[in-house]
């Protein structure tokens, strides 16, 4: 407990201390944290000397307070002499008080517990005199309404007498049994109720049985007045619902057991549609005359309308659900999905008929909510609807994989037939006798699930076809390693799994690579269109608002189709480069066909030209009307860059070989005519070696003539043109020199 600073100050310690003496007074003064905190600022051999230090002030501090108040203390038991005696004297009238107080006190507990006693001796008094004004009240109720009912003296059979003024007499009745309901129902378990209640049941027989009398009647003769007081008198009475199952069964259920039937279903012209058709016309044609008593629509105004009735929701639609249920279940069958659908649509147009028969908003919500519209709902079974349509659709597309590389023979936007079945069966999703709002999420998660299967499987040609031949030629093109020479000379066991996919996998060809690029580009071309022109307007329809997110997630699958496009690029690039680079061996020939052969001076290129690009040709001619321009764009400029390049490495190798020859033959000559004829001059002419380097350049201008007939220029072309200075600069260097 900290001390009070106002009634003692604490001596100044020295300022060398590593704590503050104003920690000792703070109220939440805790020990360990004081330790812990001083302990991180010193040691603790040096905190426990300034503690020391500040014991020792302290006490000094002590010491001299007691010397300051000595006297006091010392006069302190002096001043206390006489105490006792004064205390013993307050303590006697103060006893007698407390005496007084308690006697008191005791009192006022006793008249509370009087009080109280009486008071619910009162209340029970006044719940009796209550009760039996009740039964007074029950017995005057029932004797009065046997007075008006003239059932008085008869024996227990329900009999009444309804006089002239039956709605007037039944009118006065329902008044006092509304009132003898609320006093039986405060009455329960007494004797005299138990008593009354054989007489109070006739009554209520009676009661119900002109109540229905005088409904039926007031139907049959079109007595709006006598209606309105008959429905007046069924609220009056709480019975409302008695009203509604009243118009059920004497009005609604024979219409209904003469329409809904298999019978008429099958004999009427319009099926299904013209069996609703038909429910849905009693409203306006039966119910008039109800409405017009609860709503108001005959009379002109609303001073005359009964509320608290809805005769379109709790007589007509639950009638027909259960009719519906009852006498043609088949149209609920889900075994035919073309005959559900046609159904489902059917039955949903008519419940939104049925819905605007309902007069008010507040009537179409509780006909929603009513539990025989849940019930007709789930009578509908959609997931396994979608189970045999997921079915159709995905399987479709399943089978397709086992030959997808068939070409399609009707006529179609696309080649495959694969790619023609992903795109039916997307169709499929959507078409109008497929697909149902209710279950859009399904099928848009259907139209995901086939686009990614297609994407999966394009992914798996990508990987096992394309990624592995690019490998394989690779492998075919670099020098073998240590590792791999023992399995190519055969001294250790080839890979069984890679004998078996030698054995049994089809290499794809560029004539389907192609086709799948196209059919691709394609796909991705009609999606756009495709989500705004047809599955937007659905969704907007299932009432979907963030249309965006759809739309992202359609080009999220886009996006894994189009990787497929620069995997196609580079094999196509690198299968038609090899066809032709090995014609541009011929340019290693020319040497030879010009060495110590006297031939002429050249005029044409070399044959080896025009066979370089055959292979680049037959694939033009073959798939140019297939390809995108685009794509067909990038393939043959990547083509050409790469036979280009080839070309330049294996003219830059001639170039350097025929130099080489030439400066060796040159040194040779030069010995021989400086033993023989020093003075003799060169033979005129073009040398053997001017004659290849000539070749040459007209070999690479016609190979740059050839990039024109695949729409592309030479001069664009920067190995190319590096190629073509090449060879002249090797000419003319030739020229300079002689």
């Not at 169709?427 to 686009?451: G, M, P, S």
């Amino acid at each position: 407990m900290a001390l009070d600073s106002k009634l003692f100050t604490f001596p100044e310690p020295p300022t060398t201390l590593c704590f503050d003496k104003t920690e000792f007074n703070k109220d939440d003064f805790n020990v360990e944290e004081f330790v812990a905190g001083c302990c991180r600022k010193v040691h603790l051999e040096d905190f426990r000397a300034d503690l020391m230090i500040y014991l020792k002030t302290l006490k000094t501090a002590m010491v001299e307070l007691i010397n300051e108040d000595y006297a006091d203390f010392v006069s302190l038991s002096t001043n206390l002499v006489g105490m006792d005696k004064a205390i013993d004297k307050l303590s006697i009238p103060l006893g007698q008080l407390k005496e007084e107080v308690l006697n008191v006190r005791n009192l006022v507990e006793m008249n509370i517990q009087i009080l109280e006693s009486k008071t619910e001796k009162k209340k029970l008094i006044r719940d009796k005199k209550a009760t039996l004004q009740r039964l007074i009240d029950i017995n005057e109720s029932v004797e009065k309404m046997e007075k008006i009912l003239k059932l008085q003296g008869r024996d227990d059979r329900p009999v009444g007498h309804v006089s002239e003024s039956e709605d007037q007499i039944v009118e006065r009745v329902s008044s006092e049994f509304n009132k003898l309901q609320f006093n039986v129902s405060q009455c329960k378990g007494l004797r005299l109720v138990e008593q009354l209640r054989p007489r109070i049941q006739i009554i209520t027989t009676t009661l119900q049985q002109n109540l229905e009398k005088m409904f039926v009647d007031s139907l049959g003769n079109s007595d709006l007045d006598k209606l309105r007081g008959c429905l007046r008198t069924y609220t009056a009475i709480d019975k409302v619902q008695d009203a509604e199952d009243l118009f059920r069964k004497t009005a609604v259920k024979p219409y209904m057991d003469e329409v809904i039937t298999e019978t008429y279903l099958m004999n009427n012209k319009d099926g299904l549609e013209g069996m609703y058709s038909k429910v849905v016309e009693f409203v306006p044609k039966h119910c008039k005359l109800v409405r017009a008593a609860t709503m108001g629509d005959l009379s002109g105004g609303s001073s005359d309308v009964v509320r608290g009735y809805d005769f379109v929701v709790y007589s007509v639609w639950p009638e027909v659900v259960t009719a519906i249920e009852t006498k043609t279940p088949n149209i609920f069958a889900p075994g035919n999905p073309d005959t559900f659908h046609q159904r489902f649509v059917s039955s949903m147009e008519f419940l939104e008929r049925f819905e605007q028969q309902c007069a008010t908003q507040a009537s179409v919500k509780r006909l929603r909510q009513h539990s025989t519209y849940q019930t007709f709902i789930t009578k509908w079974s959609l997931p396994i609807y979608y189970q045999i349509r997921f079915q159709e659709i995905a399987g479709a597309l399943e089978v397709s994989f086992e030959s997808p590389f068939n070409v399609v023979q009707e006529t179609s936007v696309f080649k495959l037939h694969t790619t023609h079945t992903l795109w039916w069966c997307v169709n499929r999703c959507w078409e109008a006798d497929v697909f149902l709002t209710q279950l859009t999420h399904k099928f848009w998660k259907l139209t995901l699930q086939l686009i990614s299967r297609f994407s999966t499987w394009v992914s798996q040609i990508q990987h096992t076809e394309l990624d592995g031949a690019m490998a394989d030629r690779r492998t075919v093109a670099a020098p073998p390693t240590p590792e791999t020479a023992d399995t190519v000379q055969g001294n250790g066991p080839p890979d069984n799994d890679d004998v078996v996919q030698s054995a049994t996998a089809l290499p794809v060809t560029i004539s389907q690579l192609v086709n799948l690029t196209a059919d691709s580009l394609s796909l991705l071309n009609q999606m756009d269109s495709f989500f705004r022109d047809l599955i937007e307007p659905k969704l907007s329809a299932a009432g979907v608002s963030d249309i965006k997110t759809y739309s992202d997630c359609l080009s999220e699958s886009k996006q894994s189709i189009s990787q497929l496009f620069p995997a196609v690029e580079v094999y196509i690039t690198s299968d038609i480069s090899d066809q032709c680079v090995i014609n541009l061996k011929g340019a290693n020939d020319i040497p030879r066909l010009y060495r110590r052969t006297n031939r002429d001076t050249p005029t044409k290129p070399s044959a080896y030209v025009s066979n370089t690009v055959k292979p680049l040709s037959l694939f033009v001619d073959e798939h140019r009307a297939t390809l995108d321009d685009v794509i067909y764009l990038k393939i043959i400029t990547r083509i050409m860059q790469d036979l280009t390049n080839k070309y330049h490495t294996i003219i830059n190798d001639v170039l350097t070989s025929v130099k080489k020859m030439e400066d060796s033959l040159k040194r040779l000559k030069k010995t021989k005519k400086s033993s023989t004829n020093p003075g003799s001059a060169p033979a005129p002419g073009k040398s053997d070696d001017d004659k290849i380097r000539l070749q040459l350049l007209i070999d690479v201008q016609a190979f740059g003539e050839q990039f024109a007939n695949f729409g592309l220029d030479s001069s664009d072309v920067k190995v190319y043109c590096d190629l073509e200075e090449l060879v002249k600069s090797a000419i003319n260097n030739t020229q300079s020199t002689l």
